[in-house]
């Protein structure tokens, strides 16, 4: 079983609305990500933070903000979204950058 | 040329085949390799990590041959729970992995 955990598991949500995606991690990594896949292709890096700072930002629509409040959560605030950008949104860590990491469930997206 | 290139498959093969997969890398300076296993609806889970020597896990076999760019994965004895999407991951030297687009693998009865 994963040790990232994300909630919710499921979202829909409508074109105006704001929501946010959790993730958390205990493993005590210092890198923490956050991908988005569309079906039948591979992840998608979105975002890095290394050591609680964002290291990097893949030219993400402002509409996906991340915020990582501490070492061991990392968030994604949503706002505005259109319907291309429902996708599973991932999170992973890893110890530090580049090496192993380790993904959670995942978040399935629905916008409306 | 893509950075991390492999046959998307699928490969059909029955219980108790061999099956390899190959995968390239564009990037002569990446330092480290892993295989990643997916299935429907699921996250990626590491499977093995992948070493200039070779390694083997169980059934599983990764090599890597710096030279020509290249990694495999070998399953021998296919079980039907085998069925997944199998990603080459690559780190090219920053901070992030490189995904290739995964080969599927479906074993039947």
């Known amino acids: 079983d994963t040790e990232v955990t994300q909630t919710p598991k499921h979202l829909v949500m409508g074109m105006t609305n704001k929501k946010s995606l959790k993730c958390e991690q205990h493993?005590?990594?210092?890198?923490m990500y956050w991908y988005k896949q569309k079906a039948k292709k591979p992840p998608e890096l979105m975002f890095v933070?290394?050591?609680?700072?964002?290291?990097i930002n893949e030219s993400v629509p402002s509409r996906f903000s991340p915020e990582c409040p501490n070492s061991s959560l990392l968030n994604l605030h949503l706002h505005a979204l259109q319907p291309e950008d429902s996708a599973l949104y991932l999170c992973?860590?890893?110890?530090?950058?580049?090496?192993?990491?380790?993904f959670g469930e995942g978040s399935w997206l629905t916008v409306v | 040329r893509k950075e991390v290139e492999q046959d998307p498959g699928p490969f059909n093969v029955p219980e108790g085949a061999t099956v390899a997969f190959n995968c390239t890398y564009s990037?002569?300076?990446?330092?480290?390799f892993f295989w990643y296993r997916q299935d429907c609806r699921k996250e990626p889970k590491l499977l093995m990590s992948?070493?200039?020597s070779g390694n083997e896990d169980g059934r599983f076999t990764a090599q890597l041959n710096r030279a020509s760019q290249y990694i495999s994965l070998l399953i021998r004895d296919s079980k039907l729970s085998d069925s997944a999407t199998y990603l080459c991951?690559?780190?090219?030297?920053?901070?992030?992995?490189?995904f290739g687009k995964g080969t599927m693998l479906l074993v039947s009865p």
């Open positions: 992973a860590s890893s110890p530090q950058g580049g090496n192993t990491i380790y």
């Open positions: 493993m005590g990594h210092r890198a």
């Open positions: 933070y290394s050591y609680e700072k964002l290291s």
């Open positions: 990037n002569s300076a990446s330092q480290s």
């Open positions: 992948v070493y200039s």
């Open positions: 991951v690559v780190n090219p030297g920053y901070s992030t992995l490189t």
